[in-house]
């Protein structure tokens, strides 16, 4: 066997024994994280909100479905109704730093017309 494939079925074979309670067999790592600075959430304007929609040629419905949230959902940001919450505002900063999010990670795909 290749020396990949035998030093995976020691790991597995140690792991095995250490979950039935050889603890001999467990060993930790210890890593240092550096303390990381997190960008704040953008406060955004029912303007910009529908700008971002625009900006990506989205109807209310699509941008609704890429959100997983109701159109109704949508057009109450935009009207300045409601505030989106936490997890979209920053979805909508990251669509902001990259308009093709959207098709780069198939949650939205281009439908070619049929010939």
Known sequence: ??????SM?????????????D???GRS??????DLSVMP???????ELKSIRLRNNLTLKTFSECLGV???TVE???????????????????????????TEYEILSVAHPAS
């Open 76 to 102: 109450s940001w935009e009207r300045g109704d409601n505030k989106p919450s936490g997890v979209a505002i920053r979805f909508f900063q990251i669509l902001e730093m990259n308009d093709k999010l959207l």
């Open 23 to 25: 603890a001999t067999k």
């Open 1 to 6: 066997m290749s020396e990949q494939f035998d």
């Open 41 to 47: 959430l953008k406060q955004y304007s029912k303007e």
């Open 9 to 21: 079925m020691e790991g597995l074979t140690e792991l095995l024994e250490y979950a039935r309670g």
């Open 70 to 72: 109701s159109q109704k």
């Open 29 to 34: 790592r210890v890593v240092e994280v550096k």
